[in-house]
């Protein structure tokens, strides 16, 4: 793959999606990897699920899912798909290294970019 920024930035879309899955997880773990689950590995509940949500949706521009949409992201993997897709599709932007650091910042840690 090329370093193209649209390259880049599609790469950084898994570090910034499990760096947040890691950082509000119930279940703290050393690295939220794509293939654990949210709500049998990470302790994931309803409430926790729409604090992703919403963050995904500031950092993303991401649209509200439905809750058929919803109950399909089983895994850390289907986030991270469901971001590039949006994106690819065009429903979604790349999120901005300012916005990154600043919801980031707002749980006291560095960006996963930094």
């Known amino acids: 793959m090329t370093n193209t920024p649209a390259a880049i930035g599609t790469d950084a879309v898994a570090t910034i999606v499990s760096g947040m899955v890691k950082l509000i997880a119930p279940r703290k773990v050393e690295q939220a ?3 654990l689950r949210l709500i049998g590995d990470l302790g994931f509940h ?3 699920l729409a604090e992703l949500g919403y963050n995904l949706e500031e950092l993303y521009g991401l649209r509200s899912l439905n809750p058929e949409e919803a109950m399909k992201l089983q895994r ?3 986030v991270i798909e469901l971001v590039r897709t949006e994106i690819a599709e065009g429903r979604a932007q790349l999120a901005d290294d300012e916005v990154v650091s600043d919801v980031f910042a707002r749980y006291g840690v ?3 970019l930094a």
Do not use: I, T
Request: no cysteine.
């Open 33 to 35: 990897g794509p293939d």
């Open 46 to 48: 309803s409430l926790v």
């Open 76 to 78: 850390v993997s289907d």
């Open 110 to 112: 560095e960006s996963p």
